[in-house]
T-cell receptor
Framework: AQKITQTQPGMFVQEKEAVTLDCTYD???????LFWYKQPSSGEMIFLIY??????QNATEGRYSLNFQKARKSANLVISASQLGDSAMYFC???????????FGTGTSLTVIP | NAGVTQTPKFRILKIGQSMTLQCTQD?????MYWYRQDPGMGLKLIYY???????DKGEVPNGYNVSRSTTEDFPLRLELAAPSQTSVYFC????????????FGQGTRLTVV
């Protein structure tokens, strides 16, 4: 079974609008971390935001927030007030307390339309 | 603060050639990883290491070898390059705990012809 599932291969959003990128995960570990990365066309991997499984509140970092629904095993990234520079691939990742590696989804390509 | 440094950035190999992708980090991270990213796909783990002298296979280890003689360095060796190894390779490092992110190098774009 896939550890991380991103079901939206591509998304479009109008500039200044908000957009939600979906991520579901699969784990039986009670303790884990969820991460989102941005990969612009230049190719580097940029860390955006982190959510711990025991965190009571949804994580926020500037225009990025994470809609964490533990019972549904989802960790959706919300980007508010989209900018042209937000056009990129976005990857969801998970790390389990018992594991030594990060599991990545297949990514969502976001295009911001002027 | 250099972070994770990969060399080279680009390389073209002929089928059957060998090469080593270099990776070094200056953050004193215990954990280091090698991922490959095929076009339009996510990242697949090739090998990882939890400390000097310790390495383990990931999801796609065939055709690759690694070593970890120091905390800082984690080179990836390709033996007998094949077209299927055309990909972008990322080295990453992290602390052992679950609350910290992986730090990535800039990537190496490898083409095997």
């Amino acid at each position: 079974a896939q550890k991380i599932t991103q079901t939206q291969p591509g998304m479009f959003v109008q500039e200044k609008e908000a957009v939600t990128l979906d991520c579901t995960y699969d784990t039986s570990d009670p303790s884990y971390g969820l991460f989102w990365y941005k990969q612009p066309s230049s190719g580097e991997m940029i860390f955006l935001i982190y959510q711990g499984s025991y965190d009571q509140q949804n994580a926020t970092e500037g225009r990025y927030s994470l809609n964490f629904q533990k019972a549904r095993k989802s960790a959706n990234l919300v980007i508010s007030a989209s900018q042209l520079g937000d056009s990129a691939m976005y990857f969801c990742a998970m790390r389990e307390i018992t594991g030594n590696q990060f599991y990545f989804g297949t990514g969502t390509s976001l295009t911001v339309i002027p | 603060n250099a972070g994770v440094t990969q060399t080279p950035k680009f390389r073209i190999l002929k089928i059957g050639q060998s090469m080593t992708l270099q990776c070094t980090q200056d953050m004193n991270h215990n954990y280091m990883y090698w991922y490959r990213q095929d076009p339009g796909m996510g990242l697949k783990l090739i090998y990882y290491s939890v400390g000097a002298g310790i390495t383990d296979k990931g999801e796609v280890p065939n055709g690759y070898n690694v070593s970890r003689s120091t905390t800082e360095d984690f080179p990836l060796r390709l033996e007998l390059a094949a077209p299927s190894q055309t990909s972008v390779y990322f080295c990453a490092s992290s602390y052992p705990d679950r609350v910290t992110e992986a730090f990535f190098g800039q990537g190496t774009r490898l083409t095997v012809v």
